[in-house]
């Protein structure tokens, strides 16, 4: 996983409709604050590669936030109170590697695009209310 800045500022809140102007943004970390409120459809506009945003208190579902994000490596929306399924786009982003959804209220099937994403190599969905069966392709590459 790539390094992230060691120092970060704490207790600040964010308009994140600010960002959405900003068109060079690649690496986007707001992790561990008291971020509030919904991510916005603009950062699907953005060429972000990495986003780091764990530990906030976002709400609302992934469905449109990153579904152009066709660059994106790592997503961790870990650690938020974010509802809803994991929509089918996410097997566009072929470049995810890191994907870290877990401690959330994100709830549904796991969706079988995951099995599309060959270069992801660490997926945390634990602590979630998915149903079903693990995906066998997801089998495979944990050895289960």
């Known amino acids: 996983m790539p390094s992230r800045p060691s120092q970060k500022q704490k207790n ?11 068109s060079s943004l690649q690496v986007f970390d707001l992790s561990e604050n008291i971020i509030t409120g919904t991510l916005p ?3 699907s506009s953005l060429p972000l590669v990495h986003v780091y945003l764990s530990q906030n208190k ?4 992934l ?16 650690h938020n109170q974010l509802t809803g ?14 994907l870290l959804l877990g ?9 079988i695009q995951l099995c599309k994403l060959d270069k992801l190599s660490f997926i945390d969905l634990s ?3 998915f149903s079903g069966h693990i995906l066998p392709c997801l089998r495979f590459r944990c050895g289960i």
């Open 127 to 129: 602590h979630d209310k």
């Open 63 to 78: 469905k449109d936030a990153f579904h152009n994000s066709f660059e994106l490596m790592t997503l961790d929306l870990s």
């Open 41 to 43: 459809s603009c950062f």
């Open 58 to 61: 976002l709400q609302g579902s």
């Open 12 to 22: 600040f809140r964010v308009n994140f409709n600010l960002m959405c102007n900003v």
């Open 103 to 111: 401690y959330n209220n994100l709830e549904g099937r796991i969706p």
């Open 85 to 98: 399924n994991i929509s089918e786009w996410i097997g566009e982003v072929s470049h995810m590697s890191f």
